[in-house]
């Protein structure tokens, strides 16, 4: 297997055995690294693997395949698909198993109770990548914030609010309105 | 190896086909958009009351036992199942019909915004669409926070974190892995006294 897939599969491995609380804890490591390290992917194309997982049936770790055809075409789709899902899916069957009072220890629990403050830091790194990136003038900034309200004050679905993004940016696309908006720069 | 969990609450459960899983799951897996709560009422329709394959001890056993773990909630409780459905066979096809339908989107997303991205009408759609995305990213963003920095120590660990990636250029995955592991010092005492107290 080239090096570039294996380094797909370790790293999409990694990801899924350091997701302790779910998939979406793990975005910010997923973009530090395919984004800054290995610079696999832009910070836009991340930003729409995130968006594209709200209107995906699945869990949100299920951006892999997104992110692996982007490095290597169908083969990354298939090689971080594998790493991302085998070893939960071992551990899972282990848990059904006889290897249920070790995956039950307190160890495990502490574990996920450290590594949380540091996931949300990359969390943060990762949400100011994307803005930095995504919000290049004023119009956008308050796309943003919107979005960011309805998300926290109602029960609106996530893919209406991207909807309503997208419907956003075609009308500020405008050729009248575009010229007129302010550019900004997040530092 | 096949040994499924042992069923002190219910009959004799009927014994599913490798295919008859494979279907279940994929139709699971083609309206999992709400989440682990979601799924347990899909599975509780069609592997309890429909055909009594499961019972609901074992479908919370299932959410039980794989909390704990590294990974996203459904994929792990459909692994979990399977296995005890048809041991390691039903873990493999159960997971894999379960998450084929959102594989098969993303990529078909994946081709998609690669032949069209540069389209001259979609780029100023997809700009307003990643606007949108930070704002929901923030909101998830502020709701994990609250759960994970609860005190001094969890605040000292998030700025520990913070200062190995600017000031020393540690790799991510090793700030975490570290992170985990001085959890494991700080936190196995008080976690394992509030395990026995829950008794």
Do not use: C
Request: charged share 10%; hydrophobic share 55%; net charge positive.
């Amino acid at each position: 297997m080239p090096a570039e897939l294996l380094d797909l599969f370790w790293q999409f491995m990694l990801f899924s055995l350091l997701a302790f609380g779910g998939g979406g804890t793990v975005l910010g490591l997923v973009d530090r690294v395919a984004v800054a390290d290995k610079g696999w992917i832009t910070p836009a194309e991340f930003s729409a693997a995130v968006g594209f997982t709200f209107i995906t049936p699945g869990p949100i770790l299920v951006l892999a395949p997104f992110v692996g055809y982007l490095v290597a075409g169908a083969a990354g789709a298939v090689v971080a698909t594998l790493g991302v899902f085998l070893a939960p899916w071992a551990l899972a069957m282990g848990s059904a198993h006889r290897l249920r009072s070790y995956l039950q220890h307190p160890r495990l629990r502490a574990f996920g109770k450290g590594a949380g403050p540091a996931i949300v830091g990359l969390f943060s790194l990762a949400v100011l990548t994307i803005a930095r990136s995504s919000l290049s003038n004023v119009a956008l900034v308050a796309v943003a914030l919107i979005a960011g309200t309805l998300m926290a004050r109602t029960k609106l679905h996530p893919i209406v609010i991207l909807a309503g993004g997208a419907l956003a940016g075609l009308v500020l696309g405008i050729p009248a309105l575009e010229g007129a908006l302010p550019e900004i720069r997040i530092p | 190896m096949n040994t499924p969990t042992e069923r002190p609450d219910g009959p004799a459960p009927l014994r599913l086909g490798i295919g008859a899983i494979g279907v279940i799951f994929f139709r699971m897996g083609l309206v999992a958009f709400g989440g682990l709560l979601l799924l347990l009422v899909l599975i509780e329709r069609e592997l309890v009351d429909r055909r009594p394959a499961l019972t609901k001890r074992q479908i919370t056993e299932a959410v039980t036992y794989t909390r704990l773990l590294p990974g996203s909630g459904g994929p792990l409780v459909v692994s979990y199942l399977g296995y005890v459905l048809r041991g390691v066979g039903g873990s493999g096809v159960a997971t894999l019909m379960y998450l084929l339908p959102g594989i098969i989107v993303m990529t078909g997303l994946a081709v998609g915004f690669v032949a069209l991205s540069t389209l001259p009408l979609l780029a100023p759609a997809i700009e307003g669409l990643l606007a949108a995305v930070v704002g929901i990213q923030s909101v998830y963003l502020y709701r994990f926070a609250r759960k994970a920095i609860v005190d001094a120590v969890t605040a000292t660990i998030l700025v520990a974190g913070l200062g190995a990636t600017f000031l020393l250029g540690v790799s991510a995955p090793l700030i975490v892995l570290l992170a985990g592991v001085v959890g494991v010092f700080l936190f196995t005492k008080s976690l394992g006294s509030e395990v026995a107290d829950a008794g």
